[in-house]
Every structure is written in structure tokens, then in C-alpha cells.
């Protein structure tokens, strides 16, 4: 199950057009071998096949499917004491390795799906207090016979995406774990507490856009994306209330001026602000587009997820403050999306629809505000944006 799995999340990722699906036969076939009794004796290589199969049903656009596999790896590798440091120690370093990269690969899969979907994690914070994120070694370093853990390497490995994500999640969790014990509902002043405490925690990721030429250079791209988008979530509920409430546009309270965008005299708006992470992020994705050689479907999945959620926030700026010096600046970083949208063509079903939305909400503030789109997009099928 878990080799068939593998081709499929390759087969997936690889595609270059929606006919190349040469992926669905590997993932019928490990759907096939994947039965009751399996679970009932469990592995870590079930754990492994049930957390690809997880990502892979959220990637094929079926996110409820993957939220229930991937609860069953996370309850299986639980039961067979990953989530515990004692219990995990393997018999050698290699597999002592391969044990904490799995728990961790977990942990990050559970914190993008209860990000996206709003939904509580099924780590408790304090669970992941003890566990050691995986090491930055490369595989030829871990051998099968060593007895001594290898030495962490000072340069990018296969795993510095993941030790990134793993430290992203760990932050992400607290921050959930803490907003959602602020009741009735965390205040303002939280929530910007907690979007300065994630600045000061993420202070690692290094700013500014990846290059292609780049090692693993999607990869890391993906992190600075990730990291923009998960600080963004924190302050999407201020922002929110504040683009639809009449009352709060006139930022008679400071800090929603800050969370929403750049205030001089608070320490989040020099590069924090909502607006500022989104159209950081917005551009950053359309560089990397343009020059990335590279457009295979696993790039384009991530750049749909990540560019749709921040031409959002734009789209709210636009509601909110429709005569803002920045507004036309804004339509057009998302008619840029949009076109890069357009060129996409593994995921043609998605984009469309993701094309159509962006398109609809944009036509829909500007009539709603008395104007008209400014500029013409062609959109390839007869219609104007």
C-alpha cells in the first residue's frame, strides 16, 4: 500500500496536464490492498501510506476524504507510540530518525488541514513540548549499521523544508491552543500579541523570494508562502470584522490599524501587517512563476492554494477602504493572479473555478462601490474581466 501510494503522490506531483492521471490507477490499487484488518494490527508503514493517501485525496480535491485518512495515521502512530520520545527510540539511529521524521511529517499535515478547514488540531501543544524535530542530515549520512547518530549538516538538505514546517507547526499550534481559550472570543490586543509572538518565533525563515536555480528552491519557497499565510490566519478575524463593519473603519482603535496595515509606531506593521503579508505573498508567487522552468502540477497546486487565499485578503481590502490610494494597486496584483492563473493547465478543473471566484468577487466589489474593473483581462474563453 504504502509503495503504491508513493507512485501515486509522484505521479501526482509530476503531472503536467490534466489528462497525465496516470496517478488514480496507483491510489485505486493501494485503496484496494487498504482493509479493515490492517488496522487492527497497524505499522508505521500503514501510519506512512495512510498519511500520503491523506494529502494525496486533499490534492485530488476530495479534503474530507484526506481529513479522515489522515486522522487514521495520526490515531495509529499514537497507538504505536511515536508521539512518545521514550517509546520512540529505535533500535538505531537511522530508524530512531525515520521515527521522528514521520511523527513530525504528522504534525505538519495536521496543522495545514486545521488551518485550512478551521477545524481543532488533534495534537495538544504540549505533546510536542518533548519531541525533537527531525535533524538536518542527509540520507547518505544515516546508515544502516551506524551506531552513532550523523552529524547535522550546516547547509540545505532534503529535510530543511520539513524542520521548517515542523517549527511553523509548533508555533501555529500554541497560538491556536491560546486563541481558543480566550473566551467568549480573543480580543484584539490577543490577537496581536500572538501575531507578534510569531514574528519573533519565525525570525529564522529567511525574508525575501527564493530563486529557482535554488536547492529544493520550491520547497522553500513554499515555507516563506506558508509562514505569510499562517500569520495571516491569526489576524483574519480583526480583518474580517473590520471590512464588513462600518463602525470600525474609521480605526478609532490603533491596533486594528496595525493588524490591518502599516502603522509607524507599532513594531508588527514594519512588515506584519495582514495587507502587507498577502501582497508580499501575492508577488512573491508571481515572480516565482515567471521564472520558474518547473510547472509541473505539485507547483501549481501550491501556488493556487497560496495565491488564492491572499488575493482574498486584497479583495476585503478593496471592500473596506474601495478609495484608498493603494486600491487600483491592489485590483491589479489581482488581475495578475488572475492571468497566471490562466496559464495553468494540470489543474484545469480547480483554476477555473479558482479564476471564476476571484474574477466574480472582483466584478462584484467594483459594481458594489459604483466602478467598473479597470482593465480588461482576456480570459481564453470569449469573456472580459
Excluded at 529544493?216 to 464588513?244: C, E, H, K, N
Amino acid at each position: 500500500m504504502l509503495v503504491y501510494m508513493i507512485f501515486a503522490m509522484g505521479a501526482f506531483d509530476l503531472g503536467v496536464g490534466e489528462a497525465a492521471d496516470s496517478a488514480q490507477k496507483y491510489f485505486e490499487t493501494a485503496r484496494v490492498i487498504f482493509r479493515q484488518t490492517l488496522l487492527e494490527e497497524g505499522s508505521i508503514e500503514l501510519v506512512q501510506a495512510l498519511a500520503i493517501m491523506g494529502n494525496y485525496l486533499q490534492r485530488r480535491d476530495t479534503p474530507n476524504s484526506g481529513y479522515m485518512c489522515l486522522g487514521l495515521a495520526i490515531r495509529m502512530a499514537t497507538a504505536l507510540g511515536l508521539h512518545n520520545p521514550s517509546a520512540r527510540q529505535g533500535p538505531s539511529p537511522l530508524d530512531d530518525e525515520m521515527r521522528h521524521r514521520i511523527w513530525w511529517g504528522l504534525v505538519t499535515l495536521e496543522a495545514g488541514c486545521s488551518l485550512t478547514f478551521g477545524r481543532p488540531p488533534m495534537f495538544g501543544y504540549a505533546s510536542l513540548l518533548t519531541s525533537r524535530i527531525p535533524a538536518n542530515v542527509d540520507d547518505e549520512d544515516l546508515r544502516v549499521g551506524s551506531l552513532h547518530p550523523a552529524q547535522e549538516s550546516s547547509g540545505v538538505t532534503l529535510y530543511s523544508a520539513v524542520i521548517t514546517q515542523a517549527r511553523l507547526a509548533k508555533v501555529a499550534f500554541f497560538l491556536q491552543d491560546r486563541l481558543a481559550r480566550s473566551l467568549p472570543a480573543p480580543t484584539v490586543a490577543q490577537i496581536q500579541w500572538c501575531g507578534e509572538y510569531f514574528c519573533r518565533e519565525v525570525a529564522f525563515l529567511p525574508p525575501g523570494p527564493v530563486t529557482p536555480d535554488e536547492p529544493f528552491a520550491l520547497a522553500r519557497a513554499v515555507q516563506t508562502w506558508r509562514m505569510r499565510d499562517y500569520q495571516s490566519v491569526i489576524y483574519r478575524p480583526v480583518f474580517l470584522a473590520s471590512a464588513w463593519d462600518p463602525q470600525s473603519r474609521s480605526d478609532a482603535d490603533p491596533r486594528v490599524k496595525a493588524i490591518i496595515r502599516c502603522v509607524a509606531h507599532f513594531d508588527i506593521a514594519d512588515s506584519s501587517s495582514c495587507r502587507t503579508l498577502a501582497t508580499e505573498n501575492v508577488r512573491d508567487i508571481l515572480l516565482f512563476a515567471q521564472r520558474s522552468e518547473d510547472y509541473h502540477r505539485g507547483c501549481e497546486w501550491y501556488i493556487l492554494y497560496f495565491a488564492f487565499q491572499a488575493c482574498l485578503t486584497l479583495l476585503l481590502s478593496i471592500v473596506r477602504e474601495p478609495r484608498h490610494v493603494e486600491a487600483e494597486v491592489w485590483r491589479k496584483d489581482v488581475e495578475e493572479t488572475i492571468r497566471m492563473f490562466q496559464q495553468m493547465t494540470s489543474k484545469e478543473k480547480v483554476r477555473k473555478q479558482v479564476r471564476i471566484t476571484l474574477k466574480s468577487d472582483r466584478e462584484f466589489i467594483c459594481t458594489f462601490h459604483g466602478d467598473s474593473p479597470r482593465r480588461k483581462v482576456n480570459t481564453n474563453d470569449g469573456s472580459a474581466g
